[in-house]
């Protein structure tokens, strides 16, 4: 029985991962840290709760005395680092909580995990380091960091510091860097559900600039098998870049969402830019898929129709979020 530390397990990612998993492993044992931010929802892990190897505790990852306590209580020999503020427009409205949880709490796990001895550690880190590519071209594990934004920063600071202790003290450490994920559970300031949550209200789609911008995307579920290949079989000290070489324009992907759902593309509404907005991201994932054998298995087409589904069907999900404190986000990014 491997007893594992993941944090920030209540958010999209992080939920999609702990579902998915228990319903693969017996060997695992999650002990889910997740100080239930804006970001974080209980509701994400109904499915496996009650499951006996399933332990959820709230807390922020900053704190070094209730991080301690669950390592000697629960005996962490492995982590898998999910916990971050995610949201890249956020991080221009104010960097504090982003340099808070993203680099001061991923130091308190390394530290805390190197005096238990911990056997694995995996910082699941994101494309947006590597900053932003022109027309062609693609990001290798070896392209420079290069940071544009509060959040990509700090993440990128998360990196770097993984990385010295995994060269200081020997310490195994494992980066994975992957592009932009959709589906279910996704908190809707993300772009695809954003989009989809205002077409079925019939409001306004806010398009940053020209909408030419281009995101790599990769279904949630690609992504975490892809987590768990290399937790299980990645070679420390190594980055894995992880993506499903699925390149789109954000006009693209929104005139699809808004042909799945029948709507009019009268909703689209051109707006002012994003500050310092990245152009162009798109992976190489061939480390990942000729070292590990990992690939993909979800296509954009299907997927993307499976995701718009889900939040059709989902409504008391996000109703509940958009109805409470989500709404005043929205007022200060969109202005209505
Ligand atoms: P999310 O915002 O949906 O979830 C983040 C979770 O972390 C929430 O449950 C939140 O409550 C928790 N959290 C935040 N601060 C915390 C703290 N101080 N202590 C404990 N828990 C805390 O984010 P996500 O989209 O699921 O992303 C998960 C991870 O994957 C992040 O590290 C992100 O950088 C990375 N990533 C995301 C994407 C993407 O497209 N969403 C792509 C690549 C990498
Ligand atoms: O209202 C919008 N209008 C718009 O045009 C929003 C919210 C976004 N966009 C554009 C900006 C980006 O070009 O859509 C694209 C995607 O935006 P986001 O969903 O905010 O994602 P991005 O900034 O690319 O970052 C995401 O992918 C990498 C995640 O939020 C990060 O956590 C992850 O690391």
Redesign the pocket.
Known sequence: MKNILVTGGAGFIGSNFINHILDERDDYNIINLDKLTYAGNLENLKSSEGNKNYHFVKGDITNHELVDYLFNQYNIKYVINFA?E????RSILGSEVFFQTNVIGTNVLLETSRRYDVEKFLQVS???VYGSLGETGLFTEKTSISPNSP??SS?ASADLLAMSFYETYGFPVLITRC???YGPLQFP????P?MILNSLADKKL????D?L?V?DWIYVIDHNKAIDLVFEKGRVGEVYNIGASQEMT?IEIIKLVLNILGKSEDLIEF?KD?PG??RR?AIDSSKIQNELGWKPEYKFEEAIVKTVEWYKENKNWWERIISGAYQDYYKTQ?GK
């Open positions: 971050a995610s949201h890249v427009d994101t494309d947006e959040y990509s993440k592009s932009n994920n300031e993300k772009l695809i954003l806010p398009v940053y600039g909408g911008n995101r954000n707006v994003r907005h990245d991201y969109y």
